[in-house]
């Protein structure tokens, strides 16, 4: 049973950063594309990035250079990095786990487990 449960959301103001984590458990990294999603009432959820088990990153354009997504197998933990934050970022953010997915696409078909998801506010 796939469980995932992220953290670290809060408001800041545009330029600043924060820290995402989403705490993995009853998977094994190495099989797992794991994803950082992002989703606003109204707008289409946005795919915002990526990591296989080989550590292997992806990004959306609109996050490249300013978001790092990474993961600390001991921890079990994956994290998204935000820095250079915008208004525009301000969404519910979701960590999101898929099983044997090539190349970590964050497209569809949807991924197949998701955490509570945990608020950005970019003011």
């Known amino acids: 049973h796939v469980q995932l449960v992220e953290s670290g959301g809060g408001s800041v103001q545009a330029g600043g950063s924060l820290l995402l984590s989403c705490q993995v458990s009853?998977?094994?990294?190495?099989?797992?594309?794991m994803g950082w999603f992002r989703e606003v009432p109204g707008k289409q959820r946005e795919g915002v990035a990526g990591?296989?088990?080989?550590?292997?990153?992806n990004y959306a354009d609109s996050v490249q250079g300013r978001f790092t997504i990474s993961q600390d197998n001991a921890k079990r933990t994956i994290y998204l990095q935000m820095t250079s934050l915008k208004p525009d970022d301000t969404a519910m953010y979701y960590c999101?786990?898929?099983?044997?997915?090539?190349?970590?696409?964050?497209?569809?078909?949807?991924?197949?487990?998701w955490g509570q998801g945990t608020q950005v506010t970019v003011s």
């Open positions: 999101a786990a898929d099983l044997h997915r090539p190349n970590c696409d964050l497209g569809s078909p949807p991924f197949a487990d």
């Open positions: 009853g998977l094994t990294y190495s099989s797992y594309c």
């Open positions: 990591i296989d088990g080989d550590g292997h990153a």
